[in-house]
């Protein structure tokens, strides 16, 4: 049985993330439609995959979707795909890419491990797989150092994350727990004060004062450090090696099986971006830059840019335990009845694409498609 939420405010919430965990986020911005992107690099004398003219792929305009950014903008994807047309979709909520995932408007997406929870959930284990990894961490508890000196300071404050049930607040919401705090996690009231804010406003309530901190993903966090906030706990240290999944890639279960050539030519895409990027930091910051400005007209500046990339690691391994993780914390939480996510991952194209590579190949902790 799928799970159910346990409240329409909180359905909304979960499935919003970008990012995740169930415990962070996909550290995105909210609300706003996909935007279409449909330049194409396409190589002449190229062939199509399958006879396939275009596959529709979709990413938010955030760093913690670099493969998708830098892929885009370095041309990556396009080079594997031949004359099979990307076609690029930007979004700035979870289920907005969700609902174009299950409509066919977009046939693969990056996107925050919650909403690919509730996605999966949701529709029975019916409507998508994971099938890699793209980034982890960047996502930090960042407070005015005025008023919060130390962790136990943060009791009796105000603490904003990007939405009721998303990622960070789930996480914000369990480190809370595991100091002994109780917070009522509907209304986020109690030892400390939980206050659901856009990242696209937190800035503004941190400089007026209604917000005394926030547990949030980039850039935001690094926004909060450019208005003279301190990082008071980076969530990575809460984790085995500092690792989590922050960002996923989906298909839907329909093109996978339809195309899977196709599956595995954005997946080698992938592979090569991430590599590139690992191997030239500095230049693929730079496009990451790039490819947000042409999505949204506005690129980050340097004092934001470099810490918040700095937090990021690019990784094609799903961090599949760590998502199983996530999820416990958000049933911990009281937001989420116990998931069903056996056969959430198909990580069978992305690991023959490794080994073809010469590059270790990843597991799916058990939830693997049977």
């Not at 930007?90 to 408007?105: K, Q, R, V």
């Not at 136990?152 to 100091?179: R, S, Y």
């Not at 910051?285 to 790039?290: D, M």
């Amino acid at each position: 049985m799928p799970a159910t939420l346990r409240s329409t405010a909180v359905r909304r919430g979960l499935a919003v993330i970008a990012a995740l965990p169930l415990l962070v986020l996909a550290a995105c911005s909210y609300g706003s439609e996909a935007k279409d992107d449909t330049k194409a690099k396409v190589a002449a004398g190229s062939k199509k995959i399958d006879g396939l003219d275009t596959v529709k792929i979709g990413y938010f305009g955030n760093l913690t979707h670099a493969t998708a950014l830098v892929g885009n903008q370095k041309g990556f994807f396009q080079k594997e795909l031949g004359a099979t047309e990307a076609k690029y979709s930007i979004f700035n909520a979870g289920p907005s890419e969700i609902e174009a995932l299950n409509s066919d408007s977009i046939d693969i997406g990056w996107i925050g491990p919650s909403p690919a929870i509730n996605g999966y959930t949701k529709s029975a284990g019916k409507n998508l797989r994971i099938i890699g990894g793209s980034a982890s961490g960047g996502v930090k508890l960042v407070v005015n150092p005025k008023k919060i000196k130390s962790l136990k300071d943060v009791k009796g404050k105000k603490i904003a994350t990007p939405q009721l049930g998303n990622t960070q607040d789930v996480a914000f919401l369990n480190w809370a727990a595991e100091q002994g705090w109780k917070v009522d996690a509907e209304s986020g009231k109690g030892d400390v004060s939980v206050v659901r804010t856009d990242n696209k406003i937190t800035p503004d309530a941190y400089k007026s004062g209604s917000i005394d901190g926030a547990w949030v993903p980039e850039p935001t966090a690094s926004k909060l450090v450019a208005e003279g906030g301190k990082v008071l706990l980076d969530e990575s240290t809460l984790w085995p090696d500092k690792k989590f999944v922050i960002t996923n890639i989906i298909v839907s279960q329909k093109f996978l099986k339809a195309h899977p050539k196709v599956v595995e030519a954005v997946l080698k895409g992938s592979v090569e971006t991430n590599k590139w990027i690992n191997a030239n930091p500095d230049e693929a910051k730079a496009a990451a830059n790039a490819q947000l400005k042409t999505d949204s007209g506005k690129e980050l500046p340097a004092g934001v840019l470099d810490p918040a990339w700095k937090s990021i690691q690019i990784t094609n391994d799903p961090l599949a335990s760590t998502l199983n993780t996530e999820a416990a914390h958000a049933v911990k939480a009281g937001l989420l009845d116990k998931p069903d996510l056996n056969g959430i991952y198909d990580l069978t194209l992305l690991n023959k694409v490794l080994k073809a590579a010469g590059e270790s190949t990843v597991t799916d902790a058990g939830l693997g498609a049977k």
